[in-house]
């Protein structure tokens, strides 16, 4: 079934001086893919993997250009402006991306970004955006595992912390006194579920949990001291607000790295910091 807003294998059916038409299936008939879209050498009977949108007379159309997000799909956005009927945001198709202002959380001003989740409006096949997000989000009960790893979109910061998107499907929240590197509005990362509480709300953090976690921050430590010619001026001694802002990692999970490096015989502790072995 072809799908508007979604990446479709399409094969050519005709092909004309001003494109190629696609065989959409019965709902949707026939797909113009502009000449300009049309990889070389293609034609009839070739298959295309295609975006499907309509163009701004609200004609079904293909290109082989791809957005940096799909119906279903979250995304930080710039706002590229203003008109009667909503925001428009650059998502990377000469079409721009309406976000009505009903569907607007706060009112959107140009220049400015904003995560907001892509739908196909029913009763138009239009796709828009909708910068309040909370609705398309805890929708069915969470059912993941302490310790499991998730992909995190982070899209507010509390008092609390940092409130991120799970999955594409879920909220959590990453607490302030458990991150130790800058985080931004629209960043995406991995991290884990530290735990499903009874209410369904979700606590994340950033660190595998358990003593896994001390081998990727060993890794990182590792990778630290290869980027700084095998050595680093930081020891155990050294405070823990400079570790942080150094290497991004609390001074309690820097000794744990540090301990596994040493035992492994991988590093050298010496006065003034800590040197690779070769």
């Known amino acids: 079934m072809t799908e508007i807003g979604k990446y479709n294998v399409l094969k050519v059916v005709k092909d004309l001086d001003f494109g190629l038409y696609l065989d959409g299936g019965e709902e949707?008939?026939?797909?113009?893919?502009?000449?300009?879209?049309?990889?070389?050498?293609?034609?009839?009977?070739?298959?295309?993997?295609?975006?499907?949108?309509?163009?701004?007379?609200?004609?079904?159309?293909?290109?082989?250009?791809?957005?940096?997000?799909?119906?279903?799909?979250?995304?930080?956005?710039?706002?590229?402006?203003?008109?009667?009927?909503?925001?428009?945001?650059?998502?990377?198709?000469?079409?721009?991306?309406?976000?009505?202002?009903?569907?607007?959380?706060?009112?959107?001003?140009k220049g400015k970004s904003y995560v907001v989740y892509v739908y196909l409006d029913d009763e138009s096949s239009r796709i828009a955006a909708s910068s309040k997000i909370e609705k398309f989000l805890d929708n069915l009960p969470p059912e993941y595992e302490e310790g499991q790893e998730v992909d995190l979109m982070i899209y507010h910061q509390s008092e609390l912390g940092y409130k991120a998107i799970i999955n594409g499907a879920h909220t959590g929240i990453l607490y302030d006194n458990e991150v130790f590197r800058n985080l931004h509005k629209g960043d995406k990362m991995k991290g884990y579920v530290k735990k499903v509480r009874e209410d369904d709300k979700i606590d994340l953090i950033l660190e595998k949990p358990g003593y896994g976690k001390v081998d990727g921050i060993a890794q990182g430590l590792l990778d630290r001291l290869n980027k700084a010619s095998g050595f680093i001026d930081i020891t155990d001694k050294s405070p823990a607000d400079e570790i942080t802002r150094r290497l991004g990692i609390s001074k309690k999970n820097f000794k744990k790295a540090v301990g596994s490096l040493y035992k492994q015989k991988i590093i050298a502790l010496e006065k003034e910091g800590i040197r690779l072995l070769k």
Do not use: H
């Open 28 to 109: 949707l008939g026939e797909i113009l893919i502009p000449r300009r879209y049309v990889p070389v050498n293609c034609s009839v009977d070739d298959e295309l993997e295609v975006f499907i949108y309509l163009d701004s007379e609200d004609r079904l159309i293909a290109t082989t250009e791809m957005p940096e997000v799909t119906v279903g799909e979250f995304a930080f956005l710039e706002a590229v402006a203003v008109g009667k009927v909503g925001a428009f945001l650059d998502w990377g198709l000469p079409k721009d991306l309406l976000v009505p202002f009903r569907e607007q959380k706060m009112d959107m001003e």
